[in-house]
C-alpha cells in the first residue's frame, strides 16, 4: 500500500545531541511537511519542501534542519535537542495539483516519531 | 490572521448516538477545510476535505459541511460506534501550503 513511513517510530537522545529523523513515501507526492506536536495542542509546522524547493516556517527555530535528497525522502535534523523539543514529530505528504495556488490534495501523514530529551 | 476554534474541546456520549463537532474560522477566505482523525500517540488520519467552492463531503458514516459565509464547518457522525472514539481536528488552508489548525475535539464513545 502506498503510505507515509516515518523512522524510528521512538527516538531517545540526551540533551544536546544531535538527532536525525527519517520520513519516506511511496505516494509520488510532491510536497513534503514536517509538523511537531506536543500534547494535547495542535500540529505546528515546521517546514515544507515544494518539490525541492526549501520552505521554512518563521517562528521555527534554527535548531531545527531539513534535507530533501530526492522525491521520497525528507529528513529532520535536530542539531541540538533541548528539553523543550520533546514532542511527538509528524511527517505528511500532498499532491500539489493547482500550480502552488492552494488546490491541493489532503495531507497524508505518518505514524509519527516520539522523541524523547533526557 | 485566521484562527480555528472546535468546541467543544471534549465530548462523551453512549454508543449509538448521532453527533456534531464543531469547527469555526474567522478569515472566511479560505481554500479548503479538512477533517482529521487522531487516535492516541498516534499520527492523523485525514477524513473529509472540502474545497472552498462545496457545500459538504460524505464519507460512510461522516458527514462534514462548509458554510464560508459563517466561517463554520460541522462534522456530523452517525451512529456513534466505540471505534469513532479519537481526538478529531479540524484545518483550514488560507494559504498555499500552510495549515491552520483547531485544538480538537476529544471524543468518548461509551459501550
Known amino acids: 500500500d502506498a503510505m507515509v513511513i516515518q523512522n524510528p517510530r521512538y527516538q531517545v537522545t540526551q540533551f544536546g545531541k544531535p538527532v536525525t529523523l527519517s520520513c519516506s513515501q511511496t505516494?509520488?507526492?510532491?510536497?513534503m511537511y514536517w509538523y511537531q506536536q506536543k500534547s494535547s495542542q495542535a500540529p505546528k509546522l515546521l517546514f515544507h519542501?515544494?518539490?525541492?524547493?526549501?520552505?521554512n516556517e518563521a517562528d521555527t527555530p534554527d535548531n531545527f534542519q531539513s534535507r530533501r535528497p530526492n522525491t521520497s525522502f525528507c529528513f529532520l535534523d535536530i542539531r541540538s535537542p533541548g528539553l523543550g523539543d520533546a514532542a511527538m514529530y509528524l511527517c505528511?505528504?500532498?499532491?500539489?495539483?493547482?500550480?502552488?495556488?492552494?488546490?491541493?490534495?489532503?495531507?497524508?501523514f505518518g505514524p509519527g516519531t516520539r522523541l524523547l530529551v533526557l | 490572521k485566521q484562527e480555528v476554534t472546535q468546541i467543544p474541546a471534549a465530548l462523551s456520549v453512549p454508543e449509538g448516538e448521532n453527533l456534531v463537532l464543531n469547527c469555526s474560522f474567522t478569515?472566511?477566505?479560505?481554500?479548503?477545510l479538512q477533517w482529521f482523525r487522531q487516535d492516541p500517540g498516534k499520527g492523523l488520519t485525514s477524513l473529509l476535505l472540502?474545497?472552498?467552492s462545496q457545500r459538504e463531503q460524505t464519507s460512510g458514516r461522516l458527514n462534514a459541511s462548509l458554510d464560508k459565509s459563517s466561517g463554520r464547518s460541522t462534522l456530523y457522525i452517525a451512529a456513534s460506534q466505540p471505534g469513532d472514539s479519537a481526538t478529531y481536528l479540524c484545518?483550514?488552508?488560507?494559504?498555499?501550503?500552510?495549515?491552520?489548525w483547531g485544538a480538537g475535539t476529544k471524543l468518548i464513545i461509551k459501550p
Open positions: 505528511a505528504t500532498s499532491r500539489d495539483v493547482g500550480s502552488g495556488r492552494g488546490l491541493q490534495e489532503t495531507q497524508y
Open positions: 505516494l509520488n507526492h510532491n510536497v
Open positions: 519542501y515544494y518539490d525541492k524547493d526549501f520552505n
Open positions: 478569515d472566511s477566505a479560505i481554500y479548503n
Open positions: 472540502i474545497q472552498s
Open positions: 484545518a483550514v488552508r488560507s494559504s498555499n501550503y500552510q495549515l491552520i
